[in-house]
């Protein structure tokens, strides 16, 4: 008696487990990695639009030609816009203005610039010959 009492709470317990679905628990991590990836969006467009993101601002206008360091924090910079060369002194809390330079003669056998990461990638993928 003690034994059909006891095999059939051992059933009962076995069939009381409910049996745990795998497309419920997919369904949970997906939509879990689905929020997790929102609020990653949010959170960039929130910083972008508040200010906190850095301005990504092409400017062909200036471009420093060379740099010197001085001092610690002190550095002579040499800028180069449109009609002048800007020999300028930069510290932390200023830049001066030291010297103009007449604008720099054009130089046909001057290096290309490197590419940023984006046209590498791209010039190899549109390479002849590759498949």
Do not use: Y
Request: proline letters at 6%; glycine letters at 4%; a positive charge.
């Amino acid at each position: 008696m003690m034994n059909s009492n006891a095999s059939s709470l051992h059933n009962a317990s076995v069939q009381q487990a409910p049996a745990i679905s795998t497309g419920s628990v997919l369904t949970q991590v997906s939509s879990v990695l689905a929020v997790i990836v929102l609020l990653i969006l949010v959170c960039a467009w929130a910083a972008r639009r508040l200010g906190f993101a850095p301005k990504t601002v092409s400017s062909q206008a200036l471009k420093m030609s060379a740099s010197v360091q001085v001092g610690q924090r002190e550095r002579v910079v040499i800028v180069d816009t449109a009609d002048a060369r800007l020999v300028l002194g930069v510290t932390a809390q200023q830049i001066t203005h030291l010297h103009t330079l007449p604008p720099a003669a054009p130089e046909e056998n001057r290096p290309a610039a490197p590419h940023d990461f984006r046209q590498l990638l791209q010039t190899l993928v549109k390479r002849p010959g590759k498949s």
